[in-house]
């Protein structure tokens, strides 16, 4: 299994990025998905979740109603569209995925730079 993971960038404080995670596999459907950041200096952190459905997601509360999960079972792909970005959201910013079903992240990308200047 393989994680890739593209779409960082740097961007004002305010704009958008996407960030999107192609996965190796043929049951990337049946897996649970997840996206991580990790702060200069920092622990890594859980950002957001999606069930393999796409029907049900989770979020940190600091990127509630900014940040959005989705999946494209077809694409074996997962995406994080972060909008409003402020300078605390700069990480690196990792996908994860849970293979065997029980809420453990088994499998992880290589991480993508995210930089929101002030």
């Known amino acids: 299994v393989q994680l890739q993971a593209s779409g960082g960038g740097l961007v004002q404080a305010g704009g958008s990025l996407t960030l999107s995670c192609a996965a190796s596999g043929r049951t990337f459907s049946s897996w649970r998905m997840g996206w991580f950041r990790q702060a200069p200096g920092k622990e890594r952190q859980f950002v957001a979740t999606?069930?393999?459905?796409?029907?049900?997601?989770a979020y940190v509360n600091s990127v509630k109603g900014r940040f959005t999960i989705s999946r494209d079972n077809a694409k074996n792909t997962v995406y994080l569209q972060m909008n409003n970005l402020k300078p605390e959201d700069t990480a690196v910013y990792y996908c994860?995925?849970?293979?065997?079903?029980?809420?453990?992240?088994?499998?992880w990308g290589q991480g993508t730079l995210v930089t929101v200047s002030s």
């Open positions: 999606i069930n393999r459905s796409g029907d049900s997601t």
């Open positions: 994860a995925a849970d293979a065997y079903a029980d809420y453990t992240y088994d499998y």
